[in-house]
C-alpha cells in the first residue's frame, strides 16, 4: 500500500502532487518498481544556531540603542527579537521611516503594532524629544 500526501506547493499555482518535476520523476519509478512510499508526511525540526554580529544604527550618551528602518524585513524583525532576548539589559527602540508600513503584502500587521506586540518602544519618522532628554537627565546622574 503506497501512502502518499498531495500538496499545493507547485510554483506553477495549479494542485500538483509534488513540489517540482524532478520528485514527481523520481517517485513515479518507485510506483513503476512498486515500492511503498510516504512523501511530505513527517516534519522534522531543527534548530540554526551560529553567532551573528548586530551593528546600531545610533546609541544615545545614555546607552540607548537606536535601530533606524525604512524597510522592516522578516529577517530584521528575527534579527531584533534574537538580540533583545539575549540582550535584556539593552533599551534597543525602533525608529521607523513609516509606521504604518504593512508587515508584507496582505498583512494586517503595522511595524509599531509588531513592536507594540513585542513590548519594543518605538517612534515615527524622528527621534522623540523625551528619549533624548531621558539621555540628559541620565548623564546628569552619572
Request: hydrophobic share 30%; net charge positive; with cysteine.
Amino acid at each position: 500500500m503506497k501512502k502518499t500526501k498531495t500538496t499545493t506547493m507547485a510554483k506553477s499555482g495549479k494542485n500538483n502532487k509534488y513540489r517540482s518535476g524532478y520528485e514527481k520523476d523520481v517517485c513515479s519509478r518507485l510506483d513503476d518498481l512498486g515500492v511503498c512510499f510516504e512523501y511530505e508526511t513527517k516534519n522534522i525540526y531543527y534548530e540554526v544556531s551560529e553567532q551573528r554580529k548586530y551593528t546600531p544604527d545610533v546609541i544615545l550618551p545614555n546607552g540607548i540603542i537606536l535601530e533606524l528602518k525604512g524597510w522592516f524585513t522578516a529577517n530584521d524583525r528575527k534579527k531584533m527579537l534574537l538580540v533583545i532576548k539575549q540582550h535584556p539589559d539593552l533599551d534597543i527602540r525602533m525608529v521607523f521611516q513609516r509606521h504604518t508600513n504593512k508587515l508584507f503584502k496582505g498583512s494586517k500587521t503595522t511595524y509599531s503594532e509588531w513592536c507594540e506586540k513585542h513590548s519594543i518602544k518605538w517612534a515615527d519618522k524622528l527621534i522623540p524629544e523625551e528619549w533624548i532628554k531621558e539621555s540628559e537627565r541620565k548623564q546628569q546622574k552619572k
